[in-house]
């Protein structure tokens, strides 16, 4: 419930590009309402509810709040105004589909975020929803919609299914992600100038411990306090470092090599392991749920698209001075009115 104070204007992430729906507009708009979208009123206490939310949210940011009648005001105005007509336009669909969010499902949802986000303390709980500006009910609210928006989503894509000859088509289009070059474990020394990496080649050869003198004078952030110690796939590291470290023989030291980082001294302390490729069996689950949510994400912005076309037909209405500016069915077909 990040927590909660996240949700008050990004509860609707998948769908804040978009309105949808299929209901005409045949809700009377009152004088206690800012909108009506289909047969949903939106009263002013919600909006008011959910402007000082905002405010909330730029005091603990210890941001100013807009004032009323400046440009930000009234983007901010407008865009908590579209989240509660997404939100109705949510309801309306859900309703249509069948969605059940019963209390018993709410309680068991809220219980699991106590638990998850609060060790299961009550008094933490209540204690960041007040921070938030929050009642109880109001965060059982935003639960609900929640879970609303979850078995939308599931139905809207239950009929996703991925084939094996897309995921083999993946696996094929993309087979270096599955393939392991070939590797060895090195130690090596990095330092700036030629005479101290020749001086450190000298007390290597004459059996000096090559950690100690890693810890004391190599500029590798990364192998240094490790002594030297690291493994190097090819291809992964400079030029003439990679050439080196894979022509060395295992407990072979090599001279000062040069690179755009100054001098290294490296010591293979391996074989070379073999390049390996992961093979399309092991993979196979991972590149099928990938697939699926690709999928999934795509059904769902269509079938947001699609209902976005349908509120835009006049279906929504706005009390005078509460139209938002851009007007978010701008783009769509179809106008809306002010009464």
């Given at each position: 419930?990040?927590?909660?104070?996240?949700?008050?204007?990004?509860?609707?992430?998948?769908?804040?590009?978009?309105?949808?729906?299929?209901?005409?507009?045949?809700?009377?708009?009152?004088?206690?309402?800012?909108?009506?979208?289909?047969?949903k009123e939106i009263g002013k206490e919600e909006f008011q509810t959910l402007m000082a939310r905002a405010k909330r949210s730029?005091?603990?940011?210890?941001?100013?709040?807009?004032?009323?009648?400046?440009?930000?005001?009234?983007?901010?105005?407008?865009?908590?105004?579209?989240?509660?007509?997404?939100?109705?336009?949510?309801?309306?669909?859900?309703?249509?589909?069948?969605?059940?969010?019963?209390?018993?499902?709410?309680?068991?949802?809220?219980?699991?975020?106590?638990?998850?986000?609060?060790?299961?303390?009550?008094?933490?709980?209540?204690?960041?929803?007040?921070?938030?500006?929050?009642?109880?009910?109001?965060?059982?609210?935003?639960?609900?919609?929640?879970?609303?928006?979850?078995?939308?989503?599931?139905?809207?894509?239950?009929?996703?299914?991925?084939?094996?000859?897309?995921?083999?088509?993946?696996?094929?289009?993309?087979?270096?992600?599955?393939?392991?070059?070939?590797?060895?474990?090195?130690?090596?020394?990095?330092?700036?100038?030629?005479?101290?990496?020749?001086?450190?080649?000298?007390?290597?050869?004459?059996?000096?411990?090559?950690a100690k003198l890693a810890k004391k004078y190599s500029k590798d952030p990364g192998s240094a306090a490790n002594g030297g110690?690291?493994?190097?796939?090819?291809?992964?590291?400079?030029?003439?470092?990679?050439?080196?470290?894979?022509?060395?023989?295992?407990?072979?030291?090599?001279?000062?090599?040069?690179?755009?980082?100054?001098?290294?001294?490296?010591?293979?302390?391996?074989?070379?392991?073999?390049?390996?490729?992961?093979?399309?069996?092991?993979?196979?689950?991972?590149?099928?749920?990938?697939?699926?949510?690709?999928?999934?994400?795509?059904?769902?912005?269509?079938?947001?698209?699609?209902?976005?076309?349908?509120?835009?037909?006049?279906?929504?209405?706005?009390?005078?001075?509460?139209?938002?500016?851009?007007?978010?069915?701008?783009?769509?077909?179809?106008?809306?009115?002010?009464?």
């Amino acid at each position: 419930m990040k927590r909660l104070a996240l949700l008050a204007f990004a509860l609707l992430a998948l769908v804040a590009t978009g309105c949808g729906g299929s209901s005409s507009a045949s809700a009377r708009l009152g004088a206690d309402d800012v909108a009506v979208a289909g047969s949903k009123e939106i009263g002013k206490e919600e909006f008011q509810t959910l402007m000082a939310r905002a405010k909330r949210s730029y005091d603990t940011a210890k941001r100013p709040f807009p004032k009323p009648g400046t440009a930000e005001y009234e983007q901010l105005k407008g865009q908590a105004v579209t989240f509660l007509i997404l939100r109705a336009e949510f309801e309306q669909e859900a309703e249509d589909l069948g969605v059940d969010v019963t209390d018993e499902k709410v309680d068991k949802r809220v219980e699991q975020l106590k638990k998850q986000f609060y060790g299961g303390n009550q008094e933490r709980y209540e204690k960041t929803l007040r921070q938030q500006g929050l009642t109880a009910e109001q965060a059982r609210g935003e639960v609900r919609m929640q879970l609303i928006q979850e078995d939308l989503y599931k139905q809207v894509t239950g009929d996703v299914k991925v084939t094996k000859d897309e995921i083999r088509a993946y696996y094929n289009s993309h087979k270096a992600q599955y393939q392991q070059p070939e590797s060895r474990e090195v130690r090596h020394i990095l330092v700036q100038k030629k005479p101290l990496a020749d001086q450190i080649y000298a007390q290597l050869k004459s059996g000096a411990n090559f950690a100690k003198l890693a810890k004391k004078y190599s500029k590798d952030p990364g192998s240094a306090a490790n002594g030297g110690k690291l493994t190097v796939s090819k291809g992964q590291t400079v030029p003439e470092f990679d050439k080196k470290t894979f022509e060395l023989k295992k407990g072979e030291l090599s001279k000062p090599v040069k690179t755009q980082y100054g001098y290294h001294l490296i010591e293979a302390l391996s074989d070379v392991k073999p390049a390996t490729k992961t093979p399309l069996t092991k993979v196979e689950g991972s590149i099928k749920q990938q697939l699926e949510k690709q999928q999934k994400d795509a059904a769902m912005t269509k079938w947001v698209e699609d209902m976005k076309k349908g509120y835009c037909k006049g279906k929504i209405k706005y009390q005078v001075g509460y139209q938002p500016n851009p007007d978010p069915c701008a783009t769509g077909t179809g106008t809306t009115t002010s009464n």
